[in-house]
């Protein structure tokens, strides 16, 4: 009588556990709905919205995540996003750049050593594993590991244990995994690049970031997060409407990374460049600023902003004038007589041109 007492206690006990869980993910999720920031993952699209539900239950779970997307694209930053939210909050993270260890170096480097295992060993080195003891480790370019170390690694992550390197005591490792990547997984699973037992353990939640081309409603938000970093200084240059034009119509190849950039040299150099073509430099983010002199006229106020903009768009279009005159939406007979009247120069000869 007592074990069917006790058996229904621990049978009440979980459902309540369960409930517990499921009530805290209704929150999460509650929380999150049209949430534009989720731990330090900034955006508001419908993609993004879906990335904080994954994350969500990746965090309810104890299982090994794998995240895939481009460079650039905030693989880390959702990574620890789960971990803060996992019952391993209070454990470390631990990042390990696979890409950055050379081959030699890596069981030294997930496993540790003893004092003497080789030359330069003078002393006992945990390895990753062991930092990471109770918390996450995120293995960032997974596909960088090759196959020997996979398999040492897939022994580690299942139980069976591990030995640091010129040692003889078998470890068993606390670690919960969660990778990251911007390779086919799957395509070097089918060319043996990678083994399948080992994709397998890792790919059990898999989450795919979009890359910023396909979530640009979010631009409008990155920019003001990435714009309040530098709050410290004065004189900040405004975001005027042809940088968020052209920061819009660009496909943006190293994503939220490279926005942070271009926002940092722009901040800091006085340029606003995409892929070294620079569009406009502090001087003439504001046609205000550039005509309040106290004698400036309205007309020649005009005058200058005109060839500001011309000479933005020809930029933008590596000053094909025929392509320019498309995206002003006038033909190629009125931009010349603009270029001639406002003197706007080509750069390749540096003469006016003429109609």
């Not at 869980?21 to 049209?34: G, H, Q």
């Not at 949430?35 to 330090?40: C, I, L, M």
């Not at 480790?137 to 196959?147: A, K, N, P, V």
Request: glycine letters at 8%; charged letters at 30%.
């Amino acid at each position: 009588m007592v074990k069917k007492q006790t058996l229904a206690i621990d049978i009440t006990e979980q459902k309540l556990d369960e409930q517990a869980i499921l009530e805290e993910n209704i929150r999460l999720k509650s929380s999150i709905r049209e949430s534009y920031k989720f731990g330090n993952i900034i955006g508001k699209s419908a993609k993004m919205q879906k990335i904080y539900e994954l994350v969500v239950q990746a965090a309810s779970s104890d299982v090994n995540a794998i995240i895939y997307g481009e460079s650039g694209t905030g693989k880390e930053l959702v990574a620890k996003a789960i971990h803060d939210l996992s019952e391993r909050k209070d454990e470390p993270f631990v990042v390990v750049n696979c890409g950055a260890i050379p081959e030699h170096l890596l069981e030294s480097e997930f496993f540790g050593y003893k004092r003497g295992a080789f030359t330069g060993a003078d002393r006992d080195k945990p390895g990753h594993i062991a930092l990471a003891k109770g918390g996450t480790l995120f293995l960032d370019e997974l596909g960088e590991i090759g196959l020997n170390m996979q398999a040492k690694l897939l022994r580690a992550i299942e139980g069976q244990g591990y030995t640091p390197v010129g040692g003889s005591e078998v470890k068993i490792s606390d670690v919960r995994i969660i990778a990251a990547t911007n390779r086919d997984l799957v395509m070097m699973v089918k060319n043996g690049k990678m083994r399948e037992d080992f994709f397998f353990r890792i790919h059990v939640i898999p989450i795919s970031m979009p890359p910023l081309r396909d979530r640009k409603d979010d631009l409008p938000l990155l920019i003001e997060h990435f714009m309040k970093l530098y709050d410290d200084r004065k004189g900040l240059p405004q975001i005027t409407g042809r940088i968020l034009d052209a920061v819009r119509k660009y496909d943006w190849p190293g994503n939220v990374r490279e926005l942070q950039n271009v926002l940092h040299r722009y901040v800091t150099l006085n340029s606003f460049e995409l892929m070294g073509a620079s569009l406009y430099t502090h001087d003439d983010t504001s046609l205000f600023a550039m005509a309040d002199d106290g004698k400036t006229g309205l007309k020649v106020a005009l005058s200058k902003f005109e060839k500001q903009y011309i000479e933005g768009a020809l930029e933008r279009n590596f000053w094909h004038r025929g392509r320019t005159a498309i995206y002003l939406g006038i033909n190629r007979r009125t931009l010349f007589n603009k270029m001639t009247e406002l003197g706007v120069e080509s750069p390749q000869n540096g003469k006016k041109i003429a109609q």
